[in-house]
């Protein structure tokens, strides 16, 4: 099936395995109508008629067939994590339960997302950026509380808004110099070339620290392979230990 980026999408959101709640998101133009239809609520509120940012709750219904009690969430365009209108079923969290939940939602008008789709539409609909869209997945795969951090002040803009100082001071320094190649007879001033100079070797410094740090950040995303190697009875395994 050829897939594109306006279909409405659905998937499990929480992890494999048993658990207390599980939730089942759906993203997409379509998502509250696929509500409407397997979604009966206690207030009796249709989910398209509901106000953003709502809980609801109620069952998840087949033909009349009770399938699950659910709370349904509700979070209308574009504030929502992809900017699509976005509905999440939260229901039990047998695996049996979401897998029937999420058979009912495909069947009425939504196909299954990709790994990663979501964040997809997010970056694809200016909800985030590339570094920030990146982050995400560093962000869920920390095993350290500095690869955390290190992840979050990504996804908040950190690295997004020295790239961007860069490549303002980068424009700022192309102008000055297509606009001496084109305007000769502006006699631009030695003390004009030898600032720029200065602005150049300040680009390159910050780029030098960034390369610096990326080196780091990797260490801390996916650790470093290190051997623990000498005599019997040293204390080899007190330090693996440690």
Sequence with gaps: MLKNNFDTIAAISTCPGEGGIGIVRVSGKNALKIADKIFISKDKIKPSQAKSHTL????????????????????????????????????????????????????????????????????LNGRLDLTQAEAVIDMIRAKTDSALNISLGQLRGGLSAEFNA?????????LFLEASIDFPEENIRPAKLHQQGKGLK????????????????????????????????????SLLNA
Excluded: W
């Excluded at 009349?64 to 969430?73: F, H, K, P, R, S």
């Design 166 to 174: 860069l490549r303002r001071s980068i424009l700022k320094e192309l």
């Design 56 to 123: 609801h709750y109620g069952v998840v219904s087949c033909g009349g067939a009770l399938v699950d009690e659910a709370i349904l969430t509700l979070m209308r365009a574009p504030k929502s994590y992809t900017k699509e209108d976005v509905v999440e079923i939260n229901c039990h969290g047998g695996m049996v339960i979401l897998r029937k939940v999420l058979e009912l939602v495909l069947r009425n008008g939504c196909r299954l997302a990709e790994p990663g789709e979501f964040t997809k539409r997010a970056f």
């Design 202 to 237: 300040r680009i390159i410094t910050v780029l030098d620290k960034l390369l610096k740090e990326s080196s780091s950040g990797r260490i801390l995303r996916e650790g470093m392979a290190v051997v623990i190697c000498g005599c019997p009875n040293v204390g080899k395994s």
